[in-house]
């Protein structure tokens, strides 16, 4: 797990910005964060690249405890980098932009310029190393933003607001970017966004916050259940009556027989043919009742002992070939579970 997060709480004054009792994030994947202004997207961001302490709660990154001590967080933030919503340059050119951190990092010379005019070129804006970072239009900028960050080899990549403030063209090639770094480069992504339709195209998961604290992305997939049994690190409760779900203790926090809500991510889902099926925990037999396409990705509905939504990318679609009637089993990791 590259993040779990238990109670966590940021509070300015009275005022709770973020309450989250339990959030995972897998490592390698891309998660969009969702929600309104002032929802408290830009503060759990900067809570993840280790700028800003949550004031109570924990947090592990790489299932370790994060650390109080700054001289080991300067040893996380060399791995997390956040890319603000409006980069600042230096009056320099986009070369020198692009060097700062390797020089901060004392990076030698001889290796510098084979990294910057890689991380230039992933970005494509090699023509422009010479340019001064001043010219450069609002996407440029934002590219120019992400070859710094991505010259110093990160393995998280935390960016506000991405394409916010850039044309159309520049939005698909910062998205098309983030989505090659994702894929080829295994580095792990967290992007807030307000654009709903960039959540669908670019991530593998969404999160949505409202005031604070995580909140199911719709109506589709939210249970209400009853816990069933608590123990020091599992617990188990019952969805709708009618399906037992193992999760870990530090999420439910409840007692016995207490009722919570329960989302399950319809895009963390994991789905297989029933005969090629998964034999892990939290394994649910049910059958595709309805297969439609929205957004560029693909909406299975499935009938276990209750209704569940699951969303496949159109390759993963295309490599299973489940049709409607098709005997399937679902696996429901921790990962794709929000106690709303
Ligand atoms: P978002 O990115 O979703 O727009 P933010 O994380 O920027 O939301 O802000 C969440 C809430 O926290 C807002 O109400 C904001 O006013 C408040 N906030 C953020 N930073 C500070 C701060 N330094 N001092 C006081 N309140 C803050």
Same mark, same amino acid.
């Not at 593998?204 to 249970?223: C, D, I, K």
């Not at 009722?259 to 991510?265: A, C, F, G, K, S």
């Not at 969303?311 to 005997?327: A, C, H, I, N, P």
């Given at each position: 797990?590259?993040?779990?997060?238990?109670?966590? /709480?940021?509070?300015?004054?009275?005022?709770?910005?973020?309450?989250?009792?339990?959030?995972?994030?897998?490592?390698?994947?891309?998660?969009?964060? /969702?929600?309104?202004?002032?929802?408290?997207? %830009?503060?759990?961001?900067?809570?993840?690249?280790?700028?800003?302490?949550?004031?109570?709660?924990?947090?592990?990154?790489?299932?370790?405890? !994060?650390?109080?001590?700054?001289?080991?967080?300067?040893?996380?933030?060399?791995?997390?980098?956040?890319?603000?919503?409006?980069?600042?340059?230096?009056?320099?050119?986009?070369?020198?932009?692009?060097?700062?951190?390797?020089?901060?990092?004392?990076?030698?010379?001889?290796?510098?310029?084979?990294?910057?005019?890689?991380?230039?070129?992933?970005?494509?804006?090699?023509?422009?190393?010479?340019?001064?970072?001043?010219?450069?239009?609002?996407?440029?900028?934002?590219?120019?933003?992400?070859?710094?960050?991505?010259?110093?080899?990160?393995?998280?990549?935390?960016?506000?607001?991405?394409?916010?403030?850039?044309?159309?063209?520049?939005?698909?090639?910062?998205?098309?970017?983030?989505?090659?770094?994702?894929?080829?480069?295994?580095?792990?992504? !967290?992007?807030?966004?307000?654009?709903?339709?960039?959540?669908?195209?670019?991530?593998?998961?969404?999160?949505?916050?409202?005031?604070?604290?995580?909140?199911?992305?719709?109506?589709?997939?939210?249970?209400?259940?009853?816990?069933?049994?608590?123990?020091?690190?599992?617990?188990?409760?019952?969805?709708?009556?009618?399906?037992?779900?193992?999760?870990?203790?530090?999420?439910?926090?409840?007692?016995?027989? %207490?009722?919570?809500?329960?989302?399950?991510?319809?895009?963390?889902?994991?789905?297989?043919?029933?005969?090629?099926?998964?034999?892990?925990?939290?394994?649910?037999?049910?059958?595709?009742?309805?297969? %439609?396409?929205?957004?560029?990705?693909?909406?299975?509905? !499935?009938?276990?002992?209750?209704?569940?939504?699951?969303?496949?990318?159109? %390759?993963?679609?295309?490599?299973?070939?489940?049709?409607?009637?098709?005997?399937?089993?679902?696996?429901?990791?921790?990962?794709?579970?929000?106690?709303?």
């Amino acid at each position: 797990m590259l993040y779990q997060l238990n109670h966590l /709480q940021k509070t300015y004054g009275n005022r709770t910005v973020l309450d989250i009792p339990f959030l995972t994030i897998g490592s390698g994947k891309i998660y969009a964060l /969702q929600g309104p202004n002032g929802a408290g997207k %830009s503060t759990l961001l900067h809570i993840l690249a280790f700028l800003q302490r949550p004031s109570s709660g924990a947090i592990q990154y790489n299932n370790r405890p !994060v650390p109080a001590a700054e001289a080991q967080l300067n040893r996380l933030r060399r791995q997390v980098v956040l890319v603000d919503q409006n980069p600042i340059m230096f009056s320099t050119t986009v070369y020198k932009n692009v060097e700062f951190g390797l020089k901060i990092r004392a990076v030698p010379r001889q290796q510098r310029r084979a990294r910057i005019e890689q991380a230039l070129a992933l970005v494509g804006m090699e023509q422009f190393a010479t340019a001064s970072a001043f010219k450069l239009s609002g996407g440029e900028t934002q590219r120019v933003a992400l070859a710094r960050a991505l010259v110093l080899d990160p393995k998280v990549l935390l960016c506000d607001e991405p394409t916010a403030s850039i044309d159309t063209e520049n939005q698909t090639a910062v998205i098309e970017i983030l989505r090659r770094i994702n894929a080829e480069n295994n580095i792990s992504i !967290v992007f807030t966004t307000h654009d709903r339709r960039q959540t669908d195209v670019l991530a593998h998961q969404t999160l949505s916050l409202n005031q604070g604290r995580l909140t199911g992305n719709t109506n589709e997939n939210v249970f209400l259940a009853r816990i069933e049994t608590t123990g020091e690190t599992v617990s188990r409760c019952i969805l709708a009556d009618r399906i037992s779900l193992s999760l870990p203790t530090a999420l439910i926090a409840a007692q016995v027989g %207490s009722r919570i809500q329960v989302h399950l991510d319809p895009c963390a889902i994991l789905i297989a043919a029933r005969t090629a099926g998964f034999t892990a925990n939290n394994t649910f037999d049910g059958r595709i009742t309805r297969i %439609s396409a929205e957004n560029g990705r693909v909406r299975l509905q !499935v009938a276990a002992a209750v209704d569940i939504c699951v969303r496949l990318s159109m %390759s993963e679609y295309r490599r299973q070939k489940l049709m409607v009637g098709e005997e399937v089993r679902l696996h429901v990791g921790e990962d794709a579970v929000t106690v709303v």
